[in-house]
């Protein structure tokens, strides 16, 4: 018995397709969480969608340019490399179009890969010292204890937030973290 190349071809599609999936079903059981792109969480967006297809083992799409086309003459290598790479720029595509509020998806290319589409989206938002300093003082100033942790994780939590508005020139008193943390703890501390 025989098998043609294209059946050959299919087959090898069909078994790296059921590999991504047993891949994407465990990684769904670990939840892998991305917030909705907002415009101003950009920058936790984009590593959030890296993050999510490398575990998935679909971001060829995002860090690689989209291959020539096959020809007749293509190898078998060629037309793998091909198709894994235009299942992971649906993938991707899919992924990041679904995680981006409705509004803020006008004036986005539609006829593009993933990786034009995110180069296109990191221009839109950019990401300046002033929307870092921006989220960094919306975090603390909005913190509530929920008791997960304890007391000393959640002042910790605090620190580390004034710290990383210090590395942003933005250099808060201690007074002001120690006033907030009394503040937001509950009334028996």
């Known amino acids: 018995y025989k098998v043609s190349s294209d059946t050959l071809f299919s087959l090898i599609v069909l078994i790296i397709y059921i590999v991504y999936f047993t891949v994407t079903f465990s990684v769904n059981n670990n939840m892998v969480t991305i917030e909705v792109l907002t415009g101003s969480n950009f920058k936790k967006w984009k590593e959030d969608i890296e993050f999510a297809m490398k ?8 860090v690689t340019d989209k291959p020539g086309g096959l020809t007749v003459a293509s190898t078998d290598d060629e037309k793998l490399v091909h198709a894994g790479w235009m299942k992971s720029n649906r993938i991707c595509l899919l992924s990041m179009r679904r995680l981006i509020l409705d509004h803020l998806k006008s004036g986005m290319p539609t006829d593009c890969t993933a990786k034009e589409l995110m180069t296109a989206i990191s221009e839109r938002y950019c990401v300046s010292s002033n929307a870092d300093i921006g989220s960094l003082l919306q975090v603390l ?7 997960n942790g304890g007391v000393r994780d959640y002042v910790i939590r605090m620190v580390d937030y004034k710290t990383k508005l210090k590395a942003l020139k933005v250099d808060l008193p201690d007074t002001c973290i120690v006033q ?4 937001t703890l509950p009334l028996e501390f």
């Not at 100033?141 to 008791?147: P, Q, R, S």
């Open 180 to 183: 907030q943390a009394l503040n």
């Open 55 to 62: 575990m998935v083992d679909v971001d060829l799409s995002l």
């Open 141 to 147: 100033f909005n913190m509530k204890y929920d008791a």
